[in-house]
């Protein structure tokens, strides 16, 4: 009597090669777009930190003026985040706008966050 061996054939291993071949580059398209997002969400996470401290900082001290302002996270350990100020007259005259925009690369359009508040102007 002789063991029956059993092996793959040229086929089912062909098959089995082609299916890796579909599903592997697929697979880590995947894990490297997963990586991207969540690395951006972190970066957009961290400006709204920045534009919320700096908006409550300018709001604290007084610090908005009709003229656009503008500076850098270096001291807080953010060199590549950058930040913009602008106020403008609201539709209530004793009120102004006060935009902080908190961008980190050169697209300002693509990768940045702009926050919003009204602050009661200092009347004379």
């Known amino acids: 009597m002789q063991a029956c061996r059993k092996a793959f054939t040229l086929i089912e291993v062909l098959a089995a090669v082609v299916l890796v071949g579909i599903i592997l580059?697929?697979?880590?398209?995947?894990?490297?777009?997963?990586?991207?997002?969540?690395?951006?969400?972190?970066?957009i996470q961290r400006a709204a930190i920045l534009a919320e401290d700096k908006l409550a900082e300018i709001r604290l001290e007084k610090l908005w003026t009709k003229s656009e302002q503008t500076g850098d996270f270096e001291e807080e350990g953010f060199d590549d985040y950058k930040w913009i100020m602008t106020a403008q007259d609201w539709t209530d005259p004793s009120l102004l706008e006060v935009d902080i925009t908190v961008y980190w690369s050169g697209d300002i359009e693509r990768d940045s966050i702009r926050l919003t508040t009204l602050v009661q102007q200092e009347t004379d």
């Open 25 to 43: 580059p697929v697979a880590v398209s995947g894990i490297s777009m997963a990586v991207r997002v969540g690395s951006n969400s972190a970066k």
